[in-house]
């Protein structure tokens, strides 16, 4: 039987040790994917997972069991890493697509589940080459609005007051990341 | 042909979607406009796979739970350094007001405390060495308790020491010596007899 969030989240507030082991056993590898998916390294991904379970350890009280416990944890993990990137020696920039690390058949799980034929398995991953090159255009910012509204189906407003940033701001950068995915993937086709 | 980074109509009803600018029943009825959106499909699809490196998330510690009040990083208005300078402005204003202010006050120190010697009746001034030349000191015989004082100072014996009589009730009477500073005060022990001598130089010592 499996133990809902809600319920996880509240025992390990009340100091249930093993309902927060749960609760990271269960989501530590969503908090890694955020976390690349922002800073497109595995190394760093690591780390700022790390860093968000810390924080979850120490605010897992403020969890208030309204909305979705992913989508809270999924924006503290998107905080962590754009803190991160804030850091100073660190420099705000899209990532260069050519660091990015060879595709393994891992990673191919999601697209490749609706196809068969190794034809179909190339053309699929070619494709999927062009998107991560696409995203790695995008700051890191726009990586992670971009993921908390289409991922997590969070409203820009939610957004703003979980990345600390103006609402304005996220529907910019919202505007200007869609515009910019969609030229990019025009070019590319 | 179209210009790729020019919306169409139903590409702007999805930015609006993704903007939250869309009515809820609108927005709940637009996941297969979605779908039918190539660059938001392929968007959604990559952030829904696999991250390269997942099963290192196995690595990854479960931290102690802190169940304690939330840490809350906290963010000072002012920076330390501007506390540390403003008081180190503070002890230089505080420290030239002094300045200003202690000429003022008038420091001349406080009158001695006039001892009581009330029980005692001076009756040799002393006086200054360099007014008489050096004779040896002689010492003064005590007089009764009950004897009458004499109505004129005697002289003093010598310049570097001065003989002081003092007429005494109760014990029995004292001779005052001063010689360079020092006061020596001769007396005789009641118990034994014995001739006492107390020299006072801001050490006080017993001889006999």
Not at chain 1, 132 to 161: D, K, N, S, V, Y
Not at chain 2, 48 to 75: M, N
Not at chain 2, 86 to 102: E, R, S, T, V, W
């Amino acid at each position: 039987m499996t133990v809902e969030d809600g319920a996880l989240a509240a025992a390990a507030a009340a100091g249930d040790e093993r309902a927060f082991a749960t609760l990271v056993e269960r989501y530590r590898g969503y908090i890694h994917a955020i976390a690349w998916r922002i800073v497109l390294d595995e190394e760093e991904a690591l780390d700022i997972a790390q860093e968000t379970l810390i924080k979850l350890s120490r605010s897992i009280g403020q969890w208030q069991g309204r909305g979705s416990f992913r989508a809270w944890l999924g924006a503290i993990a998107s905080r962590t890493a754009l803190d991160q990137r804030r850091r100073p020696g660190r420099r705000e920039r899209p990532t260069d697509p050519q660091s990015f690390p060879e595709p393994g058949a891992g990673r191919m799980v999601a697209m490749a589940a609706t196809v068969r034929s190794p034809v179909e398995l190339l053309v699929a991953e070619e494709r999927r080459e062009q998107v991560t090159a696409a995203m790695g255009r995008l700051t890191p910012q726009q990586r992670a609005i971009f993921q908390l509204r289409l991922g997590e189906e969070m409203l820009p407003g939610e957004i703003a007051e979980r990345l600390g940033i103006p609402a304005r701001q996220v529907r910019s950068q919202l505007s200007r990341a869609i515009a910019r995915l969609r030229e990019e993937l025009a070019e590319e086709k | 042909m179209n210009d790729p980074r020019t919306p169409r109509p139903d590409e702007e009803r999805l930015l609006k979607w993704l903007l939250g600018e869309l009515p809820a029943d609108e927005a709940k009825a637009i996941a297969h406009e979605l779908e039918a959106d190539p660059a938001l499909a392929l968007a959604r699809e990559w952030i829904q796979e696999e991250a390269p490196g997942a099963e290192r998330a196995d690595e990854l510690v479960c931290p102690p739970l802190h169940t304690g009040p939330a840490r809350v990083a906290h963010h000072p208005l002012v920076p330390a350094w501007f506390w540390q300078g403003a008081a180190a402005a503070a002890i230089f204003i505080i420290g030239f007001g002094m300045g200003q202010i202690a000429p003022l006050i008038d420091a001349t120190p406080p009158a001695p405390v006039q001892t009581s010697y009330d029980h005692y009746q001076l009756q040799a001034p002393v006086a200054e060495p360099s007014a008489s030349p050096a004779v040896p000191a002689t010492p003064v015989q005590p007089e009764p308790a009950d004897a009458a004082p004499p109505a004129e100072p005697q002289p003093p014996a010598s310049p570097a020491r001065q003989e002081i009589r003092l007429a005494q009730a109760d014990p029995p009477p004292r001779y005052v010596s001063e010689e360079n500073g020092r006061v020596t005060i001769e007396t005789t022990l009641a118990g034994s007899g014995a001739r006492a001598v107390w020299v006072i130089d801001g050490n006080f010592r017993l001889s006999e």
